[in-house]
């Protein structure tokens, strides 16, 4: 079995997912099924930046 990147996936939650294929890769819908499911599932990584951006101000002012 190989890896490579087929993808970009991304989820705000609520189980919607969004994709971005990537020109080269010739996804399948066994791609398809597997990286919708787990991003669902699971996330999609860290928090967006502005969202990180705005709890470090959050947290420098003294409350």
Do not use: Y
Request: charged fraction near 15%; glycine fraction near 18%.
């Amino acid at each position: 079995m190989t890896n490579k990147h087929v993808g970009d996936f991304s989820s705000g939650g609520g189980g919607r997912v969004l994709v971005e294929w990537r020109d080269d890769a010739g996804p399948n819908a066994t791609d398809a099924a597997i990286g919708c499911t787990l991003a669902a599932a699971f996330g999609t990584g860290a928090q967006p930046m502005w969202m990180i951006a705005i709890e470090m101000i959050g947290d420098m002012i003294p409350g």
